[in-house]
């Protein structure tokens, strides 16, 4: 099996995971989303970090710069409507929904990125 399948694989059971204990934590601790948000993204950073400083900090460029500009709040925006629809509404109406991004992922690739659509392709959406 394809490395890329297994990760793939491993981000979809880990992801499903942190979704239904972000939804059981929101519901008993009465958090509201940006509470939740807040409480995922300090909570992973220190890992994140030892991470970062243990593999070497790479040299980033503009480019970098300019993507991280754009894609923040992006980020923040799509994080917050993730977990205030989490909060409110049955995980299993959530997900199929949230499941769409990788529609808009492939049409993203096609147009942004140039890359090609195949059968393999059309066969994992």
Request: hydrophobic share 60%; proline share 4%.
């Amino acid at each position: 099996m394809s490395s890329w399948i297994v990760l793939s694989l491993l981000s979809a059971v880990f992801g499903a995971i942190v979704n239904l204990a972000t939804k059981q934590v929101s519901n008993d601790a009465k958090l509201n989303e940006y509470s939740v948000a807040w409480l995922r993204t300090i909570t992973t950073l220190p890992i994140l970090w030892i991470v970062l400083f243990a593999k070497g900090m790479p040299v980033v460029d503009s480019r970098f710069w300019l993507l991280l500009f754009i894609t923040i709040p992006l980020e923040i925006a799509g994080t917050l409507c993730y977990f205030k629809a989490i909060k409110i509404s049955p995980l299993s109406l959530i997900t199929p929904v949230s499941s769409l991004n990788i529609l808009f992922i492939a049409i993203g690739a096609y147009f942004i990125l140039g890359e090609k659509l195949t059968i393999v392709h059309g066969a994992a959406l």
